[in-house]
């Protein structure tokens, strides 16, 4: 359900390390096929476009034999570098940052209680 991810690379290597096949993704959300390829083993690489990080594993080893369709899938999400949410007005968490300072607060109070039970003689 989610849209394709354009600029990728998607590529297959043997097990001697020969390139088997390459694609660059596009906007279309059936993916892409490679097609004759042999039974044997594979690893199949993603890398995903410039400015967006791997949410998935990149590398996926697949064992074909004939007759066989392997479905791969790889994720990838805009870096935080280039994609900033901004929050409504008044949507912070104020009420979360008074209750943690109350803790810490109270964390402090009983350190020091702790440490003033321990000195007595």
């Known amino acids: 359900g989610e849209p394709a ?7 297959v290597v043997d097990r001697q390390g ?11 959300a059936e993916g892409y096929c490679f097609t004759e390829m042999e039974a044997g ?3 199949v690489s993603g890398a995903v476009p410039p400015d967006f990080n791997p949410t998935t594993s990149m590398n996926v ?7 066989d369709i ?3 899938q790889f994720g990838g999400q805009p870096s935080g570098a280039i994609t900033s949410v ?3 007005p008044g949507s912070g968490s104020s ?3 008074a209750i943690g300072l109350a803790m810490l607060g109270g964390a402090g109070l009983l350190g020091y209680l702790a440490f003033r039970s321990g ?3």
């Open 5 to 11: 991810l354009a600029q990728g690379q998607v590529s």
């Open 18 to 28: 020969n390139l088997a096949g390459d694609h660059t993704t596009g906007t279309e």
């Open 41 to 43: 083993d594979y690893n």
């Open 61 to 67: 080893p697949v064992r074909l034999v004939p007759g």
């Open 70 to 72: 392997k479905f791969v």
């Open 86 to 88: 901004p929050r409504p």
């Open 95 to 97: 009420l979360l940052g």
């Open 119 to 121: 000195r007595q003689t």
